[in-house]
């Protein structure tokens, strides 16, 4: 298991190394001078030339590359170029904000989503399984930024229950920190808990069907236990798989959410650093998120192996 | 463990509820796409400063918006820019993924071991971010997200054709096949291709429903369609400042848009039912 | 009349779905006295399952019982179902058929066996862990505490189903049921399972319900024995009767003429022609009278049991009338009689020669091939990609018009073999030479030319067909591609070839999924013949059949060699169908051959001690044809990864000498002109062992 | 399960409104629309970079939101007769919240950086007038202009003119702003906020009177102005205009709107076809209905206009119509050599929705002489380097200015530095009317010329100035001592809650 677990970390590392290049070379593609738009619309030729100079734009595109890595690999992100400040600070604040919205999201995507799907399994073709599914039907529909809309209108609109802002510090109080995070997370989770809960119904089923839960079932287990002894931990595989890659739909969603909701993350810091032109924020946003969802399937990795035998004892054995 | 067949003829079976309600839903919305401007009772982009932000009438079914523009219409001439791009963005991924996906499935060596690892480094990209990268790079237009949304979704054709190509060059009659002496080309597309189209039909269509959200998503973010022209995206970011006010103009291009994807994933779990009710993957 | 355990009475199981209904066992009746056991014999769709699965409570939600399932007196479905729950696992026990999905892929062998143990004793988790342990060595587990620890996966298929029989033993059941508990093992280990079951019968003195489609494996263990069909009780009666000469019953004449005998072969067997009736429809009379050659007016009436013998009935009203009137098939199978007169005359040209074929699979590498290593100092990552031998230096020659059998069990490189063969698989070493002509470097234009000649019939009818294709496109692709014909000439190959696997014409505008198996098969055998090959590789042709089916297709094959004079390489894990067909047979063992040789001389002494301990295997049901001595095999087939030193059979071997076959090759000993054996012990001794088979007349 | 979340949800939102409100409130959240890029505002380009200019730091002079002039830094100030030298007297004993007193040094060394090259400051123009700057002592500062200029000390009002410690480095002054204003800078998180805090050593006694000044960074109006009724948020900077016919009716909300001078326009580029060719520019002038583009874009809260002088300026010429000649303008396209129009593309920047509306009105309107334009809105990133005097016809806009000539000059004169960039309209007349009213100081010539000026605007149409938009802050009525400054800053000295 110790080598499988090393291979997958190796294997990110180059994923990471090649996206990181990827990253670099579009970024560096990208229309817009960049000493053009730090220095604005009064500056001359020969102060943008000096700038460009300054920066290094000037040097062929892998020395340019082999800086920027050489300064990724001793944590060294750079200066932001329109901010003119370093950006790990500004990167980890909003990593931090966003990290919170993620977790919360994916937790409640994975508890509730999970459940829902079980106990329409279980429930297969009674009421409850059709409540649920019709629901999860529609709610896959809704793009992340429609529910922003509605939940607006809903609930800060009409009912005026929820602040719209996405967000305030902790040290306002936990109660308006969590009030104030629950429409970007409603917002975030919707389609994702109705994809998680749609697929976990679909392998519960399966597993429902199989030989061995008949055979659980042949040794007399209460089907309470068979659910949750035989039935729950091989269902749940493939929906590991299917979070990791949620992960990357989330982020996604982190995107438009946290735009709408004026919550300072991630994602917001990526839209202004595109829209800025800012080159070093948006490689460092980038790498960031290219890490993130490595780990992500890393994470998903390490626990499809504590789940599965297959993987955690390696090829079989004679007895 | 036998347990009796249904019938020991094969019978035709009534065609699944689902697939007849999301043909008709899609077949409808598809007919707008085609028919909206025609069928649009004032044009999309008429403008009526006395009647703006009106509410749902009699006249304008979806009220009006700052502009004094008709929602209804608008919404009708929507169809056409969303479901475009929709489909659009899929054939895309389509064109290029099935032939990767194959090519990677039959010749297996060098071009798998290319063509996967790339796939690889794509699919570690969440979606969004290639969508904006590709359209920060150029100036934003339809067919720059359409192309956006469908290289975003190479990688997952190229997984599952190459999926199913493998399961099929299991099947004995691709043996047969090489036991003949047949080409590469023609048992790719003789023997496999005919027996790897339903569940990639099935995908497509799930696909479908994901590009229509993802480049509305793109549209919504400003980096798609240009006004006054709009798709259902669009319109939701532009009547964003209004939804206090006049939340029709942002609801009615949604609740086009969600029925829309429903019934294209209605007409996907249809598909799947008749064309490969083994099938069990989930979208990915 | 003893205690019954078990009395079904008038068990109807009846399956609703898609606004249909149809009926999986209809009116049947049986009871199982303690200790005693029932055999349930009957070939796909006959509803044995489903009466498992009545018997235990279990059936699937659409399905509908109605009759009583009486256990100790009791009816189960009078009970509720947490009552029905409890007996489950405590009282009656069950052993399916496929040990590879029935165990719990995430769950230690050990908690599973436990498991009832805690449920239904109330034992301490500790105490039922080593409890599970006991059973574990009570099924013949030799190192049951490591098993008890051990996951699924790591286990092989004879220890799954061992450790799957002593789930079900774990709280010492009254009934156990066994549905096909060894159709999905090798034919070593299926002995070995039916040995344990039959010793633990004894200790144990258990009831079972045992099901199979397999007569022999029915006949080593019954008392009685039940034959279903289509949902029909149609015989039932004491083993002896119904599986010797004293079966009534027109369908289980016709299954026991369709079985290939070890001990009679060369004999025609006769099949069963057609297909089950659609079970939705009600047929008013005698079930089997569309397949019955025995058929007249009178089977129109519905059909009650009759007795006809003591404690034996049949659901025939000729049986008594029939009762010395031998099964023979009807002509629907197509000019049989006209050619099971003409003898085979094997020993033409050479056809096919392979030398020293070698064939590796890589089965780990890249990325899985780093392995990580601290203990041994030095750099902890190593890259040690895993290759497999799956064929190691194999020779072996055909003649034309001859066909050789390939025996061994899954995983021995036999499969993969015939594909080299045919250079389907690309062998890494070695040569196959066709006339002559090296296959394996010939030119892709003239490979693609020896490929007519050398051609290869499947295994699965349902794989083996492209699904979105006619029979016609199927068949007259090959005949295009050849050059065999051209434009209208084609449709009337077509025609030519269907005739030829006796299918009629119009078969060709039916796609796959509106054929049964059978159907399939002949349309891949027409497929194969369509070039006109003079060599086929048949990969285990017949074994996906039903019994009655599977000798009608041994028929047609036998028959096409005689038609046409081809060669084939009769690639199968059974041996009576092997020695039923071929001329030679050649047994193979983790990659290699150990013994070839014509088929009466395989089948007597001398052997390889892998032969003997095969025959010894095979389960029988020819009276007196009972193995004089039983050999068995422990543990199972290992694909060698590594060099074979010495013997390949070293590591199972029972008749091992010691270290001189773990270190030396063995010699090929001869016995007669063809008939070599890899061993180290002395022919003499080797003939000397005691003839698994009763010996056979000598046939000229 | 929805149920149980509703309830999950209620609960939650009741704690929070249970929490103990803020006692007596002496710290405003304000919001703001983007990230301020550079908070030294030498450097400063945008409007939330002119608030913190305005929160932490002083000018010379600065303006009260009823326009007039005062003193800030400067006590007084007076110049020679044609208006070249100029000297002003420094307020005493003001200090920088670093400690360091202001002195004429830091006067001196604030123009400097402001019109060296590596700065590149957008008031370079301004400062490039100077000739030579002396300290006589540490309390005056004498400047020596290149040409006469009547409007220097309005001029100090300008945004990024204000002064910062002379004993800083550059890189200090970009990230640690230390300024003579009422607020300190505390922190600043990108993204979220900025904090500022009371600086107690202001040197007008008594102000500010608030502690705490947070500046939330929020770009999305649907949010703030929720943010606001919720009451999350006590000021919303430039509401947007769409948006004051919601609050007219809500309770404890005071919309403060004021006319300014800030205006949106659009830039024909009169270099290249079909903009070279006058008679187009005009057709398109004639063809466009300003007063319903007033509608369309700033929903009636503004004033079309001619010129960057708006309609409240007394300088502002009546005379001319606002009506469109549809007729007239098909024919100049005509006589231009376009009877059938032409297609050409209109490119808005994308996330300024008054201008992205105007861009699509100015379509519809277009449409109506058979200019078949199509919009493209392009993201801020792109707009310097692709857009912003590159292309034929782009819409613009910008803040008010200090006077008359920063309103009309770079915009207008053949020199001008906006419209050497944007533009290139090249016209004598203009050239005469401009140069003459930069030297003039009598006002009545100044309204004369300046109502000429006005006239050849439309005439000759260099490009189109549309409207003047009005300014709105909407806050809560609690929130006294506080009023919208049409310069578009917002000015808390004196602001306090009750």
Not at chain 1, 216 to 233: M, Q, S, T
Not at chain 4, 267 to 296: C, W
């Amino acid at each position: 298991m110790f080598g499988y677990l090393l291979q997958r970390l190796l294997y990110i590392f180059v994923i990471v190394a090649v996206m990181s290049v990827l990253i670099f070379w579009i970024t560096q593609i990208m229309p817009g001078n960049v000493a053009y738009m730090i220095l604005g619309d009064f500056a001359g030729m020969d102060q943008i030339l000096a700038l460009e100079q300054k920066l290094g734009l000037h040097d062929p595109i892998h020395v340019q590359y082999w800086r920027w890595a050489q300064g990724l690999l001793q944590f060294d992100l750079g200066d932001s170029l329109i901010m003119e400040r370093p950006i790990a600070p500004i990167l980890f604040d909003a990593i931090g904000n966003s990290a919170i919205l993620a977790l919360s999201s994916i937790g409640l995507v994975a508890l509730v989503g999970i459940w829902l799907g079980v106990y329409s399994a279980i429930h297969h073709g009674k009421a409850g399984d059709h409540i649920v599914s019709l629901a999860t039907y529609v709610t896959l529909a809704v793009p992340e930024f429609f529910w922003c809309v509605l939940l607006i209108i809903l609930f800060v609109g009409y009912l005026g229950w929820f602040p719209a802002t996405g967000y305030t510090s902790l040290s306002e109080g936990f109660f308006v920190w969590a009030q104030h995070l629950i429409l970007p997370v409603v917002a975030l989770v919707m389609g994702l808990m109705a994809h998680v809960s749609r697929l976990t119904r679909s392998s519960m089923l399966e597993v429902m069907h199989s030989q061995y839960v008949l055979a659980a079932r042949a040794k007399g287990v209460p089907e309470g236990l068979v659910i949750r002894r035989h039935a729950l931990r091989n269902a749940l595989l493939p929906t590991i798989t299917v979070l990791a890659i949620d992960v990357g739909v989330l982020m996604g969603g982190i995107v438009v959410v946290e735009t709408i909701f004026s919550y300072p993350g991630l994602g917001r810091l990526l839209i202004f650093a595109i829209q800025q032109m800012d080159v070093p924020l948006i490689q460092a946003c980038l790498i960031v998120v290219t890490i993130v969802y490595a780990v992500a399937n890393l994470l998903a990795d390490i626990l499809y192996t504590f789940l599965n035998p297959r993987i955690r004892y390696g090829s079989s054995v004679n007895g | 463990m036998a347990l009796p067949s249904m019938a020991s003829a094969p019978r035709r079976r009534p065609l699944p509820a689902s697939l007849v309600w999301g043909a008709g839903i899609f077949a409808f919305v598809l007919f707008i796409a085609v028919a909206g401007p025609f069928l649009a009772p004032f044009d999309y982009d008429q403008m009526n400063i006395l009647k703006r932000m009106q509410a749902p009438s009699a006249v304008h079914w979806f009220g009006t918006d700052e502009f004094g523009r008709d929602v209804f219409s608008r919404v009708l001439y929507g169809a056409r820019l969303s479901i475009a791009m929709g489909i659009g963005a899929t054939m895309i991924s389509l064109a290029i993924g099935v032939p990767l996906g194959l090519i990677a499935g039959y010749y297996r060596g060098w071009p798998e071991e290319a063509i996967m690892r790339g796939v690889d480094v794509l699919i570690s990209i969440p979606p969004i971010m290639l969508g904006l990268l590709i359209l920060a790079v150029t100036t934003p237009s339809v067919w720059k997200s359409a192309l956006a949304v469908g290289v975003i979704y190479v990688p997952i054709m190229v997984r599952l054709t190459r999926s199913v190509c493998l399961e099929v060059m299991g099947e004995e009659f691709v043996e047969a096949a090489k036991a003949r002496g047949e080409r590469g080309w023609y048992i790719l597309f003789s023997e496999i291709l005919p027996n790897a189209w339903p569940p990639i039909i099935v995908e497509t269509a799930l696909r479908v429903t994901f590009a229509i959200m993802l480049g509305a998503a793109l549209s919504f973010l400003g980096l798609g369609v240009q006004p006054p022209a709009s798709d259902w995206g669009l319109m939701i970011a532009e009547a964003r400042p209004f939804i206090h006010q006049a939340p029709w103009i942002a609801v009615a291009p949604g609740i086009a848009l969600v029925i829309t994807v429903i019934a294209i994933n209605l007409l996907g779990d249809g598909l799947r039912e008749i064309l490969d009710p083994r099938m069990k993957r989930d979208r990915l | 009349m003893s205690e019954a355990i078990l009395d079904v009475k008038n068990l109807t199981v009846a399956y609703e779905g898609g606004g249909r209904s149809s009926r999986a066992l209809n009116d049947i009746s049986f009871r199982i006295e303690r200790g005693k056991v029932l055999g349930i014999v009957g070939e796909s769709g006959s509803g044995k399952s489903t009466a498992a699965m009545a018997v235990l409570g279990l059936l699937p939600g659409g399905a509908k019982p109605s009759g009583q399932v009486l256990f100790k007196g009791q009816d189960i479905y009078a009970k509720s179902p947490e009552e029905r729950r409890a007996l489950r696992g405590r009282e009656i026990s069950i052993v399916f058929q496929d040990p590879f999905t029935s165990l719990n892929p995430s769950i230690q062998v050990g908690r599973q066996i436990a498991e009832p143990l805690i449920l239904h004793k109330g034992m301490e988790e500790k105490a039922a862990l080593q409890e599970a342990e006991n059973l574990l060595r009570e099924v013949g587990i030799t190192d049951p505490a490591r098993t008890a620890k051990a996951y699924p996966h790591q286990l092989s298929g004879g220890m799954k189903q061992r450790a799957l029989i002593a789930t079900a033993l774990a709280c010492d059941p009254e009934l156990m049921i066994l549905d096909e508990p060894t159709t999905a093992l090798d034919v070593t280990i299926e002995a070995q399972i039916l040995d344990l079951l039959e010793a633990l019968r004894v200790k144990r003195n258990l009831s079972m319900m045992f099901i199979s489609h397999n007569l022999g494996v029915i006949a080593r263990l019954a008392d009685e024995v039940c034959v279903l069909y289509a949902g029909d009780v149609v015989e039932y009666g004491p083993k002896e009767t119904v599986l010797g000469p004293g079966h009534r019953h027109p369908y289980t004449k016709g299954l026991l003429a369709s079985l290939p005998k070890l001990t009679d072969r060369r004999d025609r067997l006769f099949p069963i022609p057609g297909r089950l009736p659609d079970l939705s429809q009600t047929i008013p009379g005698c079930i089997f009278e569309a397949r019955c050659p025995f058929a007249c007016k009178g089977c129109g009436q519905p059909q009650p049991l009759q007795a006809v013998g003591a404690d034996h009935v049949s659901r025939c009203w000729r049986s008594l009338e029939l009762a010395d009137v031998p099964w023979r098939a009807d002509d629907a199978e197509g000019g049989v009689a006209a050619h099971s007169t003409r003898e085979h005359q094997p020993g033409g040209e050479m056809l096919l020669e392979a030398r020293d074929v070698v064939k590796r699979f890589t089965v780990v590498s890249g990325l899985p091939a780093l392995k990580f290593d601290a203990s041994g100092g030095g750099f902890p990552l190593r890259y040690e990609p895993v290759s497999l031998r799956a064929v190691d230096r194999v020779t072996l020659s055909i003649r034309q018009g001859e066909t050789v059998g390939l025996v061994g069990e899954s995983g021995c490189g036999k499969s993969t073999f015939g594909r080299c063969l045919i250079r389907l698989i690309e062998p890494q070493g070695g040569e196959v030479l066709l006339r002559g002509e090296d296959i394996l470097s010939a030119s892709p234009g003239r490979h693609r030319a020896l490929m007519q000649e050398a051609q290869i019939i499947f295994q699965n009818p349902d794989s083996s067909l492209n699904p979105r294709k006619t029979v016609r496109e199927i068949l007259a692709r090959p005949i295009r591609l050849f050059g065999i014909a051209e434009g209208a000439e084609v449709d009337r190959k077509v025609d030519e070839l269907l005739d030829m696997v006796r299918l009629s014409p119009r078969y060709a505008s039916r796609y796959p999924h509106q054929m049964s198996g059978g159907e399939k098969q002949r349309v891949g055998i027409a497929r194969a013949l369509a070039s006109k090959p003079k060599f086929i590789v048949c990969d285990e042709a017949v074994s996906a059949l039903d019994v009655s089916v599977q000798a009608s297709i041994l028929n047609l094959l036998a028959d096409l060699r005689d038609e046409l004079n081809v060669a084939y390489l009769f690639i199968s894990h059974d041996l009576s169908v092997i020695s039923h067909i071929a001329d030679r047979i050649c047994v193979m063992y983790r990659g290699g051959i150990v013994e070839l040789g014509p088929t009466e001389r395989i089948l007597q002494p001398p052997y390889h001690p892998y032969t003997e301990a095969l025959l010894s295997a095979v389960p029988f049901i020819e009276k007196g044809a009972r193995q004089r001595e039983r050999i068995r095999l422990a543990g199972s087939v290992t694909g060698s990864t590594e060099q074979i030193v010495g013997c390949r059979f070293q590591d199972r071997c029972p008749r091992k000498l010691g270290g001189i076959c773990e270190t030396v090759t063995p010699p090929a000993r001869s016995s007669a002109e063809g008939h070599e054996i890899l061993c180290h012990i002395p022919l003499e001794e080797l003939s000397g062992y005691e003839s698994v088979l009763e010996p056979l007349e000598r046939r000229a | 399960m929805r149920k149980l979340f509703l309830t999950a949800a209620l609960s939650v939102a009741l704690m929070g409104g249970a929490a103990p409100t803020v006692l007596a409130q002496n710290s405003l959240v304000a919001t703001i629309n983007a990230n301020p890029n550079n908070l030294w505002p030498a450097k400063a380009t945008i409007g939330e970079e002119y608030n913190i200019a305005v929160l932490v730091y002083n000018g010379l002079v600065r303006i009260t939101p009823d326009l007039k002039f005062e003193p800030d830094l400067a006590e007084s100030w007076e110049s020679n007769e044609d208006a070249t030298v100029w000297t002003f007297k420094l307020r005493k004993g003001v200090k920088f919240h670093h400690g360091k007193e202001f002195k004429a040094e830091d006067v001196i060394k604030t123009f400097e950086l402001i019109g060296s090259k590596e700065v590149a400051s957008r008031a370079k123009s301004h400062t490039d007038l100077i000739a030579k700057m002396e300290a006589p002592d540490d309390y005056t500062v004498r400047f020596t202009l290149t040409e006469p200029y009547g409007g220097w000390a309005e001029l100090m009002i300008e945004r990024q003119l204000k002064m910062v410690p002379s004993d800083r480095t550059l890189e200090q002054l970009t990230n640690e702003p230390i300024g003579t204003g009422p607020f300190k800078f505390v922190s600043y998180q990108p993204g979220d906020k900025v904090v500022l805090e009371k600086n107690p050593d202001y040197f007008e006694k008594g102000l500010p009177k608030l502690d705490r000044i947070t500046l939330r960074i929020m770009p999305e109006d649907a949010v703030k102005i929720a943010a606001l009724q919720a009451g999350d948020v006590d000021l919303v900077w430039n509401l947007p205009l769409e948006a004051i016919e919601q609050f007219k009716d809500t309770k404890g909300i005071t919309v403060d709107q004021k006319p300014t001078a800030t205006w949106d326009g659009f830039v024909l580029n009169n270099s290249i076809p079909p903009f070279n060719d006058m008679r187009v520019r005009q057709a398109v002038y004639k063809a466009i209905d300003k007063r319903q583009l007033v509608e369309f874009a700033v929903f009636g809260h503004g004033a079309p206009t001619h010129s960057p002088i708006p309609p409240t300026h007394p300088f502002f010429n009546k005379d001319i119509s606002f009506e469109p000649d549809i007729a007239g303008a098909k024919k100049l396209l005509a006589e231009a050599g376009y009877p059938k129009g032409f297609k050409i593309t209109i490119h808005a920047p994308a996330g300024r929705p008054t201008r992205e509306r105007s861009a699509v009105a100015l379509q519809q309107m277009l449409k109506n002489v058979g200019i078949d334009a199509q919009v493209e809105r392009i993201p801020y990133n792109r707009w310097g380097a692709t857009i912003s005097g590159k292309v034929p016809f782009y819409m613009d806009g910008y803040f008010a200015r200090p006077t008359l000539d920063t309103s009309t000059y770079p915009w207008f004169h053949s020199q001008g530095s906006w419209n050497t960039r944007m533009w290139h309209y090249k016209s004598e007349r203009m050239d005469a009317i401009l140069d003459k009213a930069r030297g003039t100081v009598d006002p009545e010539e100044q309204k004369k010329l300046y109502t000429e000026f006005q006239k050849v605007v439309v005439e000759e149409v260099p490009g189109v100035v549309m409207y003047s938009q009005n300014f709105v802050t909407a806050y809560k009525d609690k929130l006294k001592g506080y009023t919208t400054h049409p310069y578009l800053w917002m000015d808390l000295r004196t602001a306090h809650f009750e």
